[in-house]
DNA sequence: CGCGCTATTTATAAAAA
DNA sequence: TTTTTTATAAATAGCGC
């Protein structure tokens, strides 16, 4: 059943594409439900079924529903489009995020790139083949990991030590 | 990490629960836009985050949201309330559904159990111990089983026979 | 059509960092 | 506390009846 990784984009074949809207929309309604219960958050779900007057909502009583929306309609700090600081800040802070985020990211990559090489080595690769510029890394990474071994060696000898079984 | 199967309640604990609505919110959202663009359905999602005045929607855009709202609140046909069939008929028609569906487990029960006595006996459990009332099914579960066996070694032969690799 | 199955993907609870 | 990781539960695509 070799099921593909979902593409994001409308179904164009007609068959499957109603198939999965029906067990989507279940889906999304007892999510919303779920979230309702478990977290006691104010939540509604709107859903209109294609070529159809039907709406299937959580809550399902047309009262609550009503009752969201009517806030929804008044509150007076409503949606995202009211900060509680100005727009640069904002984004000042927003670029900083993605930036550690990513400087975090090519750490970790750098860390795979080095894992892979040392892999490479152990499979017979010669050393001769390593880029001179991730010789540096590469000693980086083979000492910490040299260091782990020797902390793991000590535990298990304090291990072995205390409890002679 | 003993994930434990969920129990749909009101989550007690305050972190807990704030770091749970955080991930339900964003999956909600998501699978609302996921809908969305699989199946080309209008449908929104409002969400008021507890103890603030702030709701997080799908769609973001204030004016879509307020598109679907006011078809919400306009169409004649709606929501589930207009049924093409009168009140009487339509819950028999669902209790008769639930019915069949409840027979249906019943009978799946039985097999697994079945399969767990036979499980028992092959692990050394006395056949004298085994309730009276089951042995007609066991019986049946049993035959039911060597005649997929036969029909497995059956293709087996065949296959052999025609490839005979 | 709608149900049930199963291989996979996705979501996420809880632990670790 | 927030983030990341990990292991498990839940959702679901594709298929057959």
């Not at 975090?104 to 152990?122: A, F, G, P, Q, S």
Request: hydrophobic letters at 30%; a positive charge.
């Amino acid at each position: 059943m070799e099921k593909k990784k979902l593409k994001l984009q409308y179904i164009e074949n007609k068959n499957t594409r109603r198939v999965t809207c029906i067990k989507r929309c279940n889906g999304l309604l007892n999510k919303t439900r779920e979230l309702s219960i478990l977290c006691g958050v104010d939540v509604c779900t709107i859903i209109y079924y294609p070529n159809s007057n039907v709406a299937v909502t959580w809550p399902e009583s047309e009262q609550q529903i009503k009752k969201i929306i009517f806030e929804f309609e008044n509150k007076p700090n409503n949606s995202k489009f009211d900060r509680q600081f100005d727009q640069k800040s904002y984004l000042t802070q927003c670029v900083k995020k993605s930036k550690d985020k990513l400087d975090k990211r090519r750490e970790k990559n750098r860390e795979l790139d080095m894992e892979n090489i040392v892999t490479d080595l152990l499979n017979g690769k010669p050393i001769e083949d390593v880029f001179f510029g991730d010789l540096n890394d590469l000693l980086t990474v083979i000492n910490s990991k040299m260091n782990m071994i020797q902390h793991r060696l000590k535990l298990l000898h304090e291990n072995t030590t205390n409890n002679p079984l």
